[in-house]
């Protein structure tokens, strides 16, 4: 392993063995395309870059501290999401007491969104890079690596002199083709197996894409506005000519957007689909997306499908209008429908992302969802809590009185961040595996997501387990 003077690190939302072994119990593991774009733009400008997913390789925290080590970088860099702090904090605290690295700089949502009280508990010890990180993240490595004054550097926050300083805003990057593609070939790409969400490609290299940044919608619980202020698209042709240099350097026969939408219209998406077919890569390469339900389109979709699109996931969020509207989703239940049987005439799964705890959420409406979602019957669901993060709409409005310990959240912490006002979180936990219990045990639905690859052995026994524990509680 080389040493490298800046290290970047996504740090595990796990502190213990246990919490380790029950993450990885029903979860997938994503790369982070953030540390990858940066890696890019820092090794582009000469910088040598090791990157540690922390997450993805399953590393207790002497483990990373042993391969952090073996680097000896000059600089660390962890991307710091909400649920992942209260291992971070921990592992920061190592890195200073050992003396592991000259320089920690923090950044993403939850670092930029809580800047001060990060930077009165370490003072000096850090420094946070706010908004779009890649500029940013390279003027400050080179002048701490030269050891040149960091004042002038836009887009950051330090402590000099005992007081904090924030640097002017950074702009964010306008043409997004101006960057270089993601430097995957510093991760282990083996941890990132069936990372797609839940197909069975087990001899496919999987890769993310990203074709723009921002999004025009204002979703409460997004916190998409925070980083990316105005949305941002790349050119279609850029983003199939990514996927031509992936699949020949890396034999990525699999890709999925992490965008909030893609494609961004009905007329991007068509001309992405047709360069992509023009240049025969749809016969090389499977692709998915996520689409709002109201974008969904005859014409569209069925040239997604000859492009080689196999999966759309739709946020359907809640089978309750009033909630809907409440959320700031432009969706009505009808636009579901409607997509998924679009979606269905042309052969493209469809997977359902539902939301369960929502503010105004009781029993009764987590019950319309569950009925809906069986309904709407599609190829796999998802239902996950509402958590009112940093950066999104809802963490404003719902702050202070109604979240809890908002600034190190952990994902086995015993009370959850928030409960509407019409559950406790026995009830809130019980509806959710009835949720997953409901869709999934139906015969027919079983079979085919066997079958599909979107469950396995492993995956029902744990759902079974787990809903035996919540009857045996309630």
């Known amino acids: 392993m080389k040493e490298c003077s800046a290290l970047l690190i996504n740090p595990a939302a796990y502190a213990s063995p246990l919490e380790r072994i029950s993450l990885y119990s029903f979860a997938t593991t994503c790369i982070p395309l953030g540390i990858a774009y940066i890696a890019a733009v820092l090794r582009k400008n000469g910088i040598s870059v090791g990157v540690i997913d922390q997450q993805a390789e399953r590393l207790s925290n002497q483990e990373l501290v042993n391969r952090i080590i073996e680097l000896?970088?000059?600089?660390?860099?962890f991307s710091c999401l909400t649920f992942a702090m209260a291992n971070t904090v921990s592992l920061i605290n190592t890195i200073l007491e050992k003396g592991l690295s000259g320089y920690i700089i923090l950044g993403n949502v939850h670092a930029d969104y809580f800047s001060k009280d990060i930077l009165n508990e370490w003072r000096e010890k850090v420094f946070i890079v706010h908004g779009e990180a890649e500029m940013s993240m390279l003027e400050l490595v080179n002048r701490l690596l030269t050891k040149k004054p960091v004042d002038d550097v836009d887009g950051i926050s330090f402590v000099s002199q005992n007081k904090i300083i924030r640097t002017p805003e950074r702009k964010n990057i306008e043409d997004l083709d101006i960057l270089p593609y993601p430097a995957y070939e510093l991760f282990n790409l083996k941890a990132y197996k069936n990372s797609l969400a839940v197909l069975n490609t087990e001899e496919k290299c999987e890769l993310p894409l990203l074709g723009s940044r921002g999004c025009p919608y204002s979703c409460i619980f997004c916190?998409?506005?925070?980083?990316?202020?105005?949305?941002?698209?790349?050119k279609e042709l850029e983003i199939v000519n990514e996927i031509e240099f992936m699949y020949d350097k890396f034999n990525a026969s699999y890709f999925?957007?992490?965008?909030?939408?893609?494609?961004?219209?009905?007329?991007s998406g068509i001309n992405f689909c047709n360069t992509l077919i023009k240049k025969g890569l749809h016969k090389k390469i499977g692709w998915d997306t996520a689409l709002c339900p109201e974008m969904a389109d005859d014409e569209l979709f069925k040239v997604m499908r000859e492009a080689g699109a196999k999966r759309i996931f739709f946020g359907f969020e809640s089978g309750n209008e009033e909630i809907l509207k409440s959320i700031n989703k432009h969706m009505k239940i009808a636009d579901a429908f409607n997509a998924v049987k679009i979606?269905?005439?042309?052969?493209?799964?469809?997977?359902?992302?539902?939301?369960?705890g929502l503010p105004k959420e009781t029993k009764n409406t987590c019950r319309q969802t569950i009925d809906f979602a069986k309904k709407l019957d599609c190829d796999a669901a998802k239902f996950c809590f509402f958590v009112p993060f940093p950066g999104s709409l809802s963490?404003?409005?719902?702050?202070?009185?109604?979240?809890s310990a908002p600034r190190y959240w952990a994902v086995y912490e015993k009370k959850r961040p928030y409960l509407p006002d019409g559950l406790n979180e026995k009830e809130l936990n019980f509806m959710q595996w009835r949720a997953l219990f409901e869709f999934y045990a139906r015969p027919h639905k079983?079979?085919?997501?066997?079958?599909?690859g979107y469950l396995d052995f492993k995956k029902?026994?744990?759902?079974?387990?787990?809903?035996?524990?919540l009857f045996c509680r309630l």
């Open 72 to 77: 000896k970088p000059g600089i660390i860099a």
């Open 223 to 234: 916190a998409q506005k925070f980083t990316h202020k105005t949305p941002r698209y790349r």
């Open 256 to 267: 999925g957007f992490y965008d909030a939408f893609f494609p961004f219209s009905k007329k």
């Open 343 to 356: 979606a269905r005439k042309n052969r493209l799964d469809v997977v359902g992302l539902f939301m369960l």
């Open 395 to 403: 963490f404003n409005l719902l702050a202070p009185g109604k979240i």
């Open 446 to 452: 079983l079979i085919k997501s066997v079958l599909k």
């Open 460 to 469: 029902i026994m744990f759902m079974a387990k787990t809903m035996l524990r």
